[in-house]
């Protein structure tokens, strides 16, 4: 007798939760200065939970509508690396309720910016804040469940000046 779970393939999905096979766990955590100074960046449980829901209910929407590669730069951040990256002390990354995202190009992530807007304003998806940082260079999403103000904000200068942080990490290609 097949058991009622039969077409879901649990060898592919991912054993934090998240369904969606678009983002890893993997990829929400990695850190390349994490790797550099031998930090542990192993997400917390309640980290790991944040995380699954950011997928569930942000970034596989947003994917899924934008029909092409997102690529998370950095995700969650344990203290120490959020210290280093010069994170803000209360940084959503650290609670694993935000990713810095980038389609690879300031005039990608402008249309990008644009379409998690107009997905908003449609209703659905929800966010906790929108940042476009350094005049596109990566967006900053935020997914805190008890804060869903749909703030959204377009930071010019080369260092933010909002809520978050400096993603030392980030490196992609500038279009302009
Ligand atoms: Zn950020």
Do not use: K
Not at 155 to 171: G, K, L, R, Y
């Amino acid at each position: 007798m097949q058991h009622t779970h039969q077409n879901i393939n649990r060898a592919e999905a991912p054993a934090w939760g998240a369904t969606s096979p678009y983002f890893t766990l993997r990829e929400l955590t990695a850190s390349a200065t994490a790797e550099r100074q031998g930090i542990d960046n192993t997400p917390t449980t309640a980290a790991c939970h944040m995380l699954a829901i950011l997928v569930e209910r942000l970034l596989h929407p947003i994917r899924l509508a934008w029909q092409a590669p997102i690529i998370v730069t950095s995700g969650y951040r344990c203290p120490e690396l959020n210290r280093l990256v010069g994170g803000t002390p209360h940084s959503h990354h650290l609670l694993g309720c935000a990713a810095d995202i980038t389609a690879g190009s300031r005039q990608a992530n402008r249309h990008l910016f644009d379409l998690i807007q107009q997905l908003h304003h449609a209703q659905l998806i929800r966010y906790t804040q929108l940042i476009a940082e350094d005049n596109y260079r990566w967006l900053h999403l935020s997914y805190v469940p008890s804060d869903l103000r749909g703030q959204s904000i377009v930071c010019q200068q080369p260092t933010p000046v909002t809520t978050d942080d400096v993603p030392a990490e980030v490196t992609i290609e500038d279009s302009s």
